[in-house]
């Protein structure tokens, strides 16, 4: 039965272009998944947008001499750009600069602030001596008080995993510039999590299935909770929306806490770009909905903890009650997919020493279905992964060009030359009822891992298909078969329709080779539909782009679809063509570290 689907995709933060790092924890696996949820018949809404409010914006903007909105609206561009090329099926791609927004910040702000889970409180903040400006907690790094890490950032250990604040750490510094940050009194309004903590546990407690990673940490993170400042001194950001703080320049609601409400405002915003306002409570408010949340590990805090305290701040469920918010009983999330960290050398890809891939130069010269593959075959899942370009060659040659890439053209290229269409099969055999159930049963196998965002496995499955296949046609020759026609077509009937079936399983996987699949096959019209640019604009407001599509009108489904005798052959092309092996030595020359 159709299910309505959320895919809440992490939200990349335009202070610069995004690296592949980036798109192998919240975009690709985020996008295998919605595509396969589509094809199965569910109803699914996915949504992002740019991250873009926060000291680092206002700091990037100095450094490039432009305005915070400026630079906000320059990389909303480039990073909006890059997700279309790479296939990502977003029904709403938006970024959290809009009145709509807003909006839905403050009055989520205002329902937890009236159910008493966010409360004024004065504390320490750190200031930049040499700007004034607030330093925000994850710009501060210093010794962990508890576990001794030396690289311990301002909100958390990430090497004990402690909720730290920027005055427990030892001997702290900006990241920014390396000084020492001044401390100073100041009141801020802090999201109060210990008395969200037991209302936390119990529902934490019925998440048996997520993945282990997430578990452990959140269960961790729920052991010593504090409550955690939402509000910061700086003058980009959402306004606080009361009575003797709205009109103060430099306080503001901090970036960490309006980006996560930004899957609510980006659902909101949807329905009424589509023309059904109340559409979006379909995802939300009806319990039957399923909500799977994307990102890297440095976010979980983020999905398993903090968005989940503040949708039960807002419906009444904390520890001490309250009144249902403004937007009724939200749903909470159902799964938060969380991958681990692809690394360059053994290291976290760092822009400032150069050591970084951007999705946008990778796309010009690679295409998009090759770094989607190696992302699902050999990306983060379950734990860091090192790419390299040799590997990256490696994978896109052997198993790419030479397993799908091959399978696909020779069985096209020998029933167009030999038939010119799809030929009958008239003498089936064991071996070729053999090929069919394998691939008839995958259909059930593959699509029970990509529900659990099994990738990996659900693309070796997928490509057990192919090697059976290929393997197939090795072993029957259909070219030495001249005098036996009616065997020669019952072979590459059994061919071509297992490459379809094939098609099938790796179409959320490679989304634009599977368009080609399809037409080389002698179908038309749309099999993997692609996102598009729209421009919209707001009122008093610039003109910005946003990613949507027509996903659900796509001819794609999730079973076996026979193929037709009779159908039209044309010769076809090579899919991914081969790489050149000296490049997994260099890598590409824009690629290259001095």
């Given at each position: 039965?159709?299910?309505?689907v959320l895919t809440?995709v ?8 995004r690296?592949?790092?980036h ?10 998944f919605s ?11 996915m ?11 206002s ?15 320059k990389y909303?561009g ?6 279309q ?12 600069t809009?009145?709509?927004h807003y909006?839905?910040v403050?009055?989520?702000?205002t329902?937890?602030f009236k159910?008493?889970y966010?409360v ?10 040499s700007t ?11 010794t ?7 690289n ?11 909720q730290?604040d920027?005055?427990?750490?030892i001997?702290?510094?900006s990241r920014?510039?390396?000084?020492v ?5 100041t ?7 210990p ?6 546990d ?6 048996t299935e ?10 961790n ?5 504090k ?8 003058d ?6 009361l009575?003797?703080w709205?009109?103060q320049?430099?306080?503001?609601i ?7 409400i ?21 995802w939300?408010?009806?319990p ?12 979980i ?28 009983t ?30 946008g130069?990778?796309l010009?010269d ?21 790419f ?13 060009a030479?397993e ?13 030359r030999?038939v010119?269409?799809?030929?009958e099969?008239?003498?089936r055999?064991d071996v ?6 394998l ?15 099994r ?32 065997r020669?077509d019952t072979?590459?009937?059994t061919a071509?329709q ?20 399809h037409?080389a ?25 946003v990613l ?8 794609a489904?999730w ?13 076809p092309t090579?899919?991914?063509p081969?790489l050149d ?13 001095d």
């Amino acid at each position: 039965m159709a299910s309505h689907v959320l895919t809440s995709v992490a939200w990349p933060y335009a202070n610069g272009p995004r690296h592949i790092g980036h798109v192998s924890g919240f975009g690709v696996p985020s996008d295998v998944f919605s595509r396969y949820m589509r094809m199965s018949g569910h109803n699914v809404l996915m949504v992002s947008g740019t991250d873009e409010h926060g000291t680092p914006i206002s700091v990037q903007a100095e450094a490039e001499g432009v305005t915070a909105r400026e630079l906000a609206d320059k990389y909303n561009g480039v990073i909006t750009r890059d997700l279309q090329g790479l296939g990502l099926s977003y029904d709403l791609f938006t970024r959290t600069t809009t009145r709509n927004h807003y909006r839905v910040v403050q009055e989520l702000f205002t329902a937890l602030f009236k159910n008493g889970y966010v409360v004024p409180k004065k504390a320490m903040g750190a200031i930049s001596p040499s700007t004034g400006r607030t330093l925000p907690d994850r710009y501060i790094e210093g010794t962990c008080p508890i576990c001794g890490y030396d690289n311990a950032r301002g909100d958390q250990c990430d090497n004990c995993g402690n909720q730290l604040d920027p005055i427990d750490l030892i001997n702290p510094r900006s990241r920014i510039n390396g000084e020492v940050p001044r401390f100073v009194e100041t009141e801020h309004f802090f999201l109060d999590l210990p008395a969200l903590s037991g209302s936390l546990d119990k529902w934490l407690a019925t998440k048996t299935e997520w993945r282990p990673n997430v578990l452990r940490f959140s269960h961790n993170l729920l052991a010593d909770l504090k409550p955690r400042a939402i509000t910061r001194d700086l003058d980009w950001g959402v306004p606080i929306p009361l009575d003797g703080w709205r009109d103060q320049s430099m306080k503001r609601i901090y970036v960490w806490f309006d980006a996560v409400i930004g899957y609510l405002s980006a659902s909101i915003e949807w329905a009424h770009r589509v023309g059904y306002p109340d559409a979006w409570k379909q995802w939300w408010l009806d319990p039957e909905a399923q909500g799977y949340y994307f990102m890297g590990k440095d976010n979980i805090v983020f999905h398993s903890v903090i968005w989940p305290a503040i949708l039960l701040g807002q419906n009444g469920q904390g520890d001490h009650g309250g009144e249902v918010g403004p937007f009724g009983t939200l749903n909470l999330p159902s799964e938060v997919v969380s991958s681990e960290f692809l690394t360059m050398s053994g290291s976290k890809f760092s822009t400032s020493r150069g050591q970084v891939i951007y999705v946008g130069d990778f796309l010009r010269d690679f295409g998009p279905d090759a770094l989607r593959y190696f992302i699902a075959v050999a990306g983060p899942e379950n734990q860091d992964t090192d790419f390299t370009w040799a590997e990256f060659v490696r994978r896109t040659n052997f198993e790419l060009a030479n397993e799908w890439g091959n399978l696909v053209n020779r069985s096209v290229s020998m029933a167009h030359r030999q038939v010119g269409a799809v030929p009958e099969a008239n003498d089936r055999r064991d071996v070729d009822h053999d090929l069919l159930a394998l691939s008839r049963t995958a259909f059930d196998e593959v699509g029970a891992l990509l529900r659990r965002s099994r990738f990996k496995q659900a693309m070796a499955e997928s490509m057990r298909v192919v090697n059976a296949a290929n393997k197939y046609i090795s072993d029957q020759e259909p070219w030495k078969l001249r005098h036996d026609p009616v065997r020669r077509d019952t072979v590459l009937h059994t061919a071509l329709q297992v490459v379809s079936d094939a098609n099938t399983l790796l179409t959320p996987f490679l989304p634009h080779a599977a368009q080609k699949v399809h037409e080389a096959l002698g179908r038309d019209g749309i099999w993997a539909a692609q996102p598009e640019i729209h421009t919209v604009s707001e009122e008093d407001g610039p003109d910005y782009p946003v990613l949507m599509g027509q996903y659900a009108a796509e001819q794609a489904r999730w079973e076996s679809v026979p193929i037709t005798p009779g159908t039209p052959l044309q010769k076809p092309t090579p899919l991914f063509p081969k790489l050149d092996e000296s490049l997994g030595e260099t890598g590409p020359d824009w690629a290259r570290l001095d």
